[in-house]
């Protein structure tokens, strides 16, 4: 009589390996246990495991300290020599190691350049390099007008032009619309404190009420977001193609014919080729510029 063990300690035999080998049972059950036995697996490899090393970006100062070398010395003070003897001036050359004399050579052209010139190290391709450049000052507020009543006294093809024109130019060089200021509310405001004051007169009280009136509501509001929200024509075209019936014509012709590369999109009025101090245009607002009536 065949005795079947069902308990723990018959490894690999049970009820469904009768008529089986006991010893082939065990033989496969034990050959599978090894490949997934918990203690052949390290669960924590991963921490062991080695990641590949991301190499540090470099920061401009790093980068600059690289190329402050003797070979890039003496290119910057071949170039500054030759720039001082175009200013009719000459530059002493200082001595120390390549960045010592960078950092003196720096200061001493920056000395001789021209009144409102300043001077800066870039790097520009494989090597340091001078930026002179210009700038105004911000710290006047100047406040500009752009005026655009001189359409109103046009008609024809030749007001087209100039609506045209002006609409381009407004849109493309960015001036913002003489409401839409500060100054209009301050200028709003100022001139009502006029008209309460007693020692103004009720002709001048009247003049200048109409005058709020139609900046705020009235002809002149209209007018100015008409010009804003013109629908121009070819303006280039139109130029050459317009024969002028007047002098006075032909002279605001020429006028528009010198401001086409402002309304290109290329030349920007309120745009600067270089300021070391901001990135964009849009970090900070120099002086601005409105069109009124």
């Known amino acids: 009589m065949q005795t079947v ?11 469904s390996n009768r008529g089986r080998s ?28 080695q990641l590949p090393v991301i190499p540090a970006k470099q920061d401009e100062e790093a980068l600059l300290n690289e190329y402050l070398s003797e070979e890039s010395f003496v290119y910057l003070s071949e170039c500054a020599v030759h720039y001082a003897g175009l200013l009719g001036k000459s530059i002493e050359l200082p001595t120390g190691t390549a960045h010592e004399k960078t950092c003196f050579l720096f200061h001493r052209f920056e000395a001789i350049l021209p009144d409102k010139q300043r001077v800066n190290i870039e790097l520009s391709g494989d090597r340091l390099r001078w930026v002179i450049y210009r700038y105004p000052r911000w710290n006047d507020h100047t406040f500009y007008w752009m005026p655009v009543k001189f359409i109103t006294a046009l008609s024809g093809q030749i007001r087209e032009i100039a609506m045209s024109f002006m609409h381009l130019l407004i849109r493309k060089n960015g001036f913002n619309r003489f409401k839409n200021g500060y100054e209009f509310d301050y200028l709003f405001d100022y001139l009502n404190e006029i008209i309460r004051d007693d020692d103004c007169h009720d002709a001048e009280k009247h003049t200048i009420f109409e005058l709020l009136e139609s900046y705020e509501n009235g002809e002149i509001s209209v007018f100015l977001d008409e010009v804003y929200n013109y629908k121009p024509v070819d303006v280039i075209r139109a130029l050459e193609e317009y024969r002028p019936a007047n002098p006075q014509e032909a002279k605001l012709l020429d006028c528009f014919r010198k401001g086409v590369p402002f309304i290109s999109g290329k030349n920007c009025i309120m745009n600067y080729d270089y300021n070391p101090y901001y990135k964009s245009i849009s970090d900070y607002e120099p002086s601005i510029i409105h069109y009124k009536i």
């Open 5 to 15: 063990i069902t308990g723990s300690t018959a490894k690999g035999i049970s009820p």
């Open 22 to 49: 006991g010893i082939e049972s065990f033989g496969r059950h034990k050959e599978q246990t090894q490949n997934h036995s918990c203690t052949k697996v390290c669960r924590s490899g991963f921490l062991k495991q």
